[in-house]
């Protein structure tokens, strides 16, 4: 007898404009095939004014959940249901997931971040970390790193509203002790930090050669040196902080990491994250 075979796929996604060099989809899908999974991963332009029509969509579609990436993370908040306490805090949800008929705004971009530190053998409780950028990243990088324990967060960023402002949110919402620093020219390195987070544009393709402007011998060989930017992951900055003997870590880990957190999220199912990183470096062509 003809055994039922169910042919509808579970659907997630990425909506954002410009995506179509995200390459998250990539690292999901491997992750379902080698689980044997029918699930989809679809990469899909939607426009500032579409977003609403597209989670209404989701919805009535029966997503599994989908991400977010510029210019909607803060946008999608009033259209869900729910937000977790780290959404909450960080004030922008990159990954929903649907539980029970509601869609839960999460953010996992922090959580990639951390997984990635500790997966290089760096624990961030009661460190100091000094923070370039008060973006979106900077915002679920620092928040996450006070919910871990950071002592002391330094941000440093271009325009001061939102440095300032990013300083006394971490303050405000989390144990940590955050300040703004504001970016002046050839800035040193404060000498008690541990951990220096590059989480601005700067070395993001198409601009690989672009470097923060720092004084690079207030780095010192202690420091770890960590990028978010991923898809030149050896940024200019890495390699100015490898030369000085910094321990450096690539915003590699931290996309994998987010995307498998999504997988789990999404499927309830632990992520095959030797697999995800494999096909991440296969397509950027490293060495996984
Ligand atoms: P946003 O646009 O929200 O923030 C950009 C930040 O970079 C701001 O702080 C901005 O400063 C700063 N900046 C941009 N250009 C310069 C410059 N020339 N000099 C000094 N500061 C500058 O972007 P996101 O936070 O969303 O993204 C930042 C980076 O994080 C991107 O490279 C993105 O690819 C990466 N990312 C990596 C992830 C991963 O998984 N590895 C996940 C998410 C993001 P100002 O406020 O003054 O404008």
């Not at 001061?160 to 949110?169: K, M, Q, V």
């Not at 144990?175 to 930090?193: F, H, N, S």
Request: hydrophobic share 40%; glycine share 10%.
């Amino acid at each position: 007898m003809r055994q039922e075979k169910i042919y509808r796929a579970e659907l997630t996604a990425c909506f954002g404009d410009p995506v179509d060099e995200n390459p998250t989809g990539v690292i999901e899908e491997a992750g379902f095939a080698a689980l044997g999974l029918n699930y989809r991963y679809l990469t899909v332009r939607v426009g500032k004014q579409c977003l609403e029509d597209a989670v209404k969509g989701a919805r009535a579609m029966n997503f599994r959940g989908f991400n977010l990436t510029i210019p909607h993370k803060v946008a999608v908040i009033p259209m869900l249901d729910e937000l977790t306490e780290a959404a909450g805090l960080i004030g922008a949800v990159n990954t929903v997931f649907s539980q029970d008929g509601k869609l839960i705004g999460e953010n996992t971009d922090g959580k990639g971040f951390l997984t990635s530190l500790r997966e290089n053998g760096i624990d961030p409780s009661g460190k100091t970390v000094t923070l370039l950028g008060a973006g979106g990243a900077a915002r679920a990088v620092s928040i996450e790193l006070a919910l871990a324990g950071a002592g002391r967060i330094n941000i440093v960023n271009r325009s001061e509203t939102r440095g300032a402002e990013l300083a006394s949110s971490v303050s405000e919402k989390t144990e940590a002790t955050a300040a703004y620093i504001p970016w002046t020219r050839q800035l040193r390195i404060p000498e008690e930090t541990d951990i220096l987070v590059q989480c601005t544009n700067i070395g993001l393709f198409p601009d690989v050669t672009g470097k923060p402007d720092l004084d690079y011998d207030s780095l010192r060989p202690g420091m770890v040196a960590a990028d978010v930017v991923f898809n030149r992951p050896n940024t200019p900055f890495l390699q100015e902080a490898a030369r000085r003997g910094l321990k450096t870590v690539t915003g590699l880990g931290m996309l994998v990491n987010q995307a498998a957190l999504n997988f789990s999220l999404w499927t309830g199912m632990d992520a095959p994250v030797d697999v995800m990183t494999e096909a991440l470096a296969k397509e950027f062509g490293l060495d996984p």
